[in-house]
DNA sequence: ATTCTTGCAAAACCTTTGCATACTG
DNA sequence: CAGTATGCAAAGGTTTTGCAAGAAT
């Protein structure tokens, strides 16, 4: 079953429907999802394919798919809101480039102890965490590195 | 040396000038700091005391104490950004409960194993982190506990 | 004196909401 | 048909900006 009959599937279950704007934002924020895609962007790709929808229904389809925990909601610091996918145990956590903004992802999870930690010393019953990593990426750190070069 | 005094030589060295209400916002937000003040409610408290200090100056001002490494700016999710000193190698994490919106700080840093990895494996050079705990304080575990037994 | 800073009001920006219309189950 | 969902426009909230007046070095 594709994420997409997935998102279907629940919001029917919840009594929810299954509509036009609904299916096309869903797939576009499938396609575009490693791009961490906002609300406004989304809206920019519908119109340049002289879409009908709406603005308001595309912030309004992204909340309700974060409501039934399809996406997670994540800032990036950037003024707006970005999505991911809620993907089960797919943990994972972000490298944010202060040089470029570009958003990495770092596939692993070693916080499982310090959450356990975190849950005895602090008597906090954790459900989930985001852990942004802030610093340069390659690329930006070989620019930093030629124009320091070039000062010389 | 205060953490004001550092703040003004900070500022003066880099040929800021050193202000009546700069003083006064950065005297209220040491005040305030463990609570992680917004703008806005600097603001109230500004008010309250009849300063004549506007709404302006102290996103400048907190903007400007981001931009020198005074402070670090946060997102707790909640709609405006607050603050936090930038406190050399005070290493701490948020626990941000998601019954009564509170924000706890836990106070370890077991991260340097795992950033020392990313640096490796991702050629990313990390110069911070901000990790947030999502999940229910005490006191609310305490009160979904409550409600369910009503509900009995 | 020069440069930076301030307050105010207006604007910008992202996001939400009211409402009449249109659609889904 | 009943209950949702939609588009549009207007409103909401936070943050930024233009500008003339004021303050700091």
Redesign the pocket.
Known sequence: MSATDKA?DV??AQ?????????E?IKLLLDNIERHV???ELYSILQAKN??????????????LAEIGFIH?L?FG?????YELADGDHHHHHLICTGCAKVLEVEMDLLETLEQQIEREYSFAISGHHLKFFGLCQGCQQEAKEDSDEAQ
Chains 1, 2 share one sequence.
């Not at 929810?16 to 609904?22: C, E, F, L, Q």
């Not at 879409?51 to 309700?64: D, K, P």
């Open positions: 279907r919001l029917l009594g929810y429907k299954w509509t036009g704007p609904r299916r934002i906002s609300a406004e879409s009908e929808i709406g603005l308001a229904t595309v912030y309004r389809t992204l909340e309700l909601k800032n950037d003024g707006c809101s970005r």
